[in-house]
């Protein structure tokens, strides 16, 4: 917790003390907090999952709410929905692979761009190593726990991840269906290949030495779909004032091939619904000196190419964002963080974290500073755009994560609700143009 003195006496040198708000608003409610969950996860929405016609579906719900609120369309837009078109694949055969010639059997596919990918083999033991420049196959054989790292570090440097199998990389394959998660992309956009990510039985993959040839081969065919963000505007009254942006994903998993439907409540309907209640308090409470664009994206959870697109087809110019907060999983408390708080991601990095703790938000710091969770999330698209911009999150290891029991049942509404209700008041004194947030010395990613 260090330096949030410093952080906080810099806010409140820069926010006046008599600063007003122009006017205030009833509560946020228990009730409507719940309504709402109720509404996005529950069964008729069917897991919202990304790209579906059910995100669709939710992406209209959500307009329905911020028309019946009273906000605008975006500058620019004619209605509350920006659609994005995707390019999609499906798996079509069995996967094979291939090392030194021979046809390796008991090969699971978590992960891969489809077609054929491989090269030259390494072995790596230890997370913390890094991978030989000249190598184009890693097999990592550490701790299953450091996959995730394992597989970040390789991004951009390797073609294909080869690694045991573990009771998570099982779980995995079930939770997708034993088949291979193939990535989708924005139609028409860049595609950088992503690090294949495939598994094999322990004897197997002790097999595979340094300078082997391997090769993966996943048949697939192609296909076109699109993804849904829902976006509206509550103007200021001074439009050099700059705009707020407060956002959340509002897809998740949608339904398993055995027909299981994956709820969303925490993840991300709870931010969803964030948004959804401070865009209605807002708008009750009446214009402030910023602009408020409220959004929710699709298609999160396959990549984050909902708030791709949106950075690439703003309704406003980006450079007239001041901050973004996005909302992610703030429907359960983290036993790491201080009673009742959100953790902010990458609060070190900018004035906005001091400024919002001295206004009453309840907000800490990220406990979990080796997960780059600032990194994970839609508000990194935007950071790197030099916008401000953090996500607020409960509990980002509940174990609900990504699971059935996702629930509106397994969330803390009382905890959800007072977490919003305390953004209020420092939500409305960045919109009425009495502070602006700053990047810290080197808290700019690039």
């Known amino acids: 917790m260090k330096r949030i003195a410093l952080f906080a006496g810099v806010a409140l040198a820069l926010v006046p003390l008599a600063a007003v708000h122009s006017q205030t608003a009833a509560p946020i409610t228990g009730a409507d907090v719940l309504a709402a969950e109720k509404a996005l996860a529950g069964p008729e929405m069917r897991g919202r999952g990304s790209g579906t016609a059910d995100e669709a579906r939710a992406a209209q719900w959500v307009a329905d709410r911020f028309v019946k609120a009273g906000l605008k369309p975006a500058p620019g837009m004619d209605g509350y929905l920006q659609i994005a078109p995707l390019g999609r694949s499906t798996v079509t055969g069995d996967p094979v692979l291939m090392v030194g010639g021979a046809k390796i059997t008991g090969v699971g596919v978590l992960m891969t761009d489809g077609g054929r990918v491989g090269g030259t083999a390494a072995v790596l033991r230890n997370p913390g190593d890094a991978a030989p420049a000249d190598a184009d196959v890693l097999v990592y054989t550490g701790p299953a726990d450091k996959l995730g790292q394992v597989r970040r570090a390789a991004r951009g440097k390797v073609k294909l991840i080869l690694t045991g199998e573990s009771d998570m990389t099982r779980r995995y394959l079930s939770a997708i269906g034993g088949r291979p998660q193939i990535r989708t992309t924005l139609a028409g956009g860049s595609r950088t290949p992503s690090v294949a990510l495939a598994t094999l039985p322990a004897q197997a993959l002790a097999a595979i030495h340094a300078g082997d040839m391997v090769t993966l081969d996943v048949p697939f065919t192609a296909e076109k779909g699109t993804t849904t963000n829902a976006i509206a505007y509550l103007p200021g009254t001074d439009p050099k004032a700059g705009i707020i942006l407060l956002s959340a994903h509002l897809d998740h998993l949608g339904v398993k091939p055995d027909g299981t439907i994956m709820p969303g409540a ?33 298609s999160e959870e396959i990549g984050g190419l909902g708030s791709t697109w949106f950075g690439m087809h703003p309704p406003v110019p980006l450079t007239s964002i001041v901050a973004n907060i996005e909302f992610e999983m703030i429907g359960a408390q983290d036993p790491k963080l201080p009673k009742g708080a959100l953790m902010m991601t990458g609060a070190e990095r900018s004035t906005l974290f001091g400024m919002m703790q001295s206004q009453g938000a309840l907000v800490a710091r990220d406990p979990y500073p080796d997960e780059n969770f600032f990194q994970r999330s839609d508000n990194y698209s935007l950071a790197l755009q030099g916008i401000v911009a953090h996500t607020l999150s409960g509990w980002a290891v509940v174990p609900t994560y990504h699971d059935a029991s996702d629930t509106v049942e397994n969330l803390d509404i009382g905890y959800m609700t007072a977490a919003i209700n305390s953004l209020v008041k420092p939500i409305r004194l960045l919109a009425d143009g009495d502070f602006t947030p700053r990047w810290t010395a080197n808290g700019r990613p690039h």
């Open 266 to 298: 925490n993840d991300d309907a709870s931010g969803t619904v964030a948004v959804i209640e401070l865009a209605r308090t807002f708008a009750a409470m009446g214009p402030a000196k910023r602009g408020i664009l409220f959004v929710a994206y699709g």
